[in-house]
């Protein structure tokens, strides 16, 4: 299913018409997909530090969960000293931000069977605070975001929408935050569906995407000392890193780079104190990512000696 503004609706059908496919008078030519990871989405600030450095640009932006923020984020003003600002901000984020009420007040919550354990105002308010559109449809460049929707059970893509409502909806883990009416019906974490939205982008049309994939491998933890959350939040992680497995289909045209896996060992996806470590371990794999890019598509070096 998909959310499209009426203006934007328009504008795909009136170049359906005029050229016989979806969007073909202006296909992107980059795109940016954000997958989910809790605080892990620091890292994706560092790879698109990297990408500007070297002088790539989104022109649309594909997110899930932690990385539709961070995808919103960015598409308000595609620049690098808005990239710039979003590290500023994920520097000030600690885990009483987007995790309120602590310890306490999950077992308050627990005791009373309610659907969720953490408040959700926290998050709505770095949302509110960050994300300056009244509608998503309103960004310099299109952003699309996924929700999954809990009574259909299926992914929901958004390019519209009240922002603290969508993005709350797409970074809403299933029983940690309480789930968000939208369209009729309530939705969570859009990594349930579809943690890293790549064929999303693909189908867009985009001639390259950049996936900032930051949860390709599991980077959680598991002992004796386990809370009922912690199995939770790590078995979510698992199913998680199983759906993003799956290989998108790209046409003859379009070409996929993804990020190198990050290799910082364990890690919660409530842990906010490893931020500038993700920042530089970002910026160290988007490097890399890009730098591999660039060899593939130079031509065969000329063998002098056979000439």
């Given amino acids: 299913m998909t959310v499209l503004p009426l203006w934007r609706r328009s504008r795909r059908d009136a170049a359906t018409a005029r050229n016989g496919r979806p969007g073909s008078a202006a296909l992107p030519r980059e795109a940016v997909v954000f997958s989910g990871g809790g605080s892990l989405g620091a890292a994706q600030v560092g790879a698109l530090q990297a990408l500007y450095e070297a002088g790539i640009t989104p022109d649309v932006v594909v997110g899930c969960s932690v990385g539709a923020l961070n995808a919103a984020y960015l598409a ?21 931000d987007v995790f309120p009420g602590g310890r306490f007040g999950v077992m308050r919550k627990l005791a009373g069977r309610e659907d969720h354990l953490y408040s959700n105002r926290g998050l709505r308010a770095v949302i509110t605070d960050n994300v300056t559109v009244a509608d998503l449809a309103e960004t310099r460049i299109p952003c699309h975001v996924v929700t999954t929707d809990l009574i259909a059970g299926e992914p929901v893509w958004w390019t519209a929408g009240r922002p603290e409502d969508v993005l709350l ?4 883990l299933p029983g940690i935050f309480e789930p968000v009416a939208l369209g009729g019906s309530l939705h969570v974490d859009g990594g349930v ?3 890293v939205p790549t064929q999303h982008a693909i189908n867009l049309g985009a001639a390259r995407v950049w996936v900032l994939d930051v949860a390709s491998e599991f980077h959680g933890w598991a002992d004796e000392r386990m809370s009922a959350m912690d199995v939770l939040l790590e078995s979510f992680a698992i199913s998680r890193s199983h759906l993003g497995r799956r290989s998108p289909i790209a046409g003859a045209h379009q070409r996929i780079v993804n990020l190198p896996a990050l290799r910082i060992g364990r890690h919660d996806v409530r842990d906010f104190s490893k931020t500038a470590r993700l920042l530089a371990a970002g910026r160290e794999a ?16 000329v063998d002098t000696k056979a000439s």
């Fill in 286 to 301: 988007g490097r890399a990512m890009i730098a591999t890019e660039r060899s593939r598509a130079l031509p065969p070096p």
């Fill in 76 to 96: 308000v003003d595609p620049t690098l000293d808005r990239v710039r600002s979003l590290e500023e901000l994920w520097r000030r984020m600690d885990q009483a």
């Fill in 193 to 195: 569906s579809c943690p």
């Fill in 169 to 172: 909806a797409s970074a809403c």
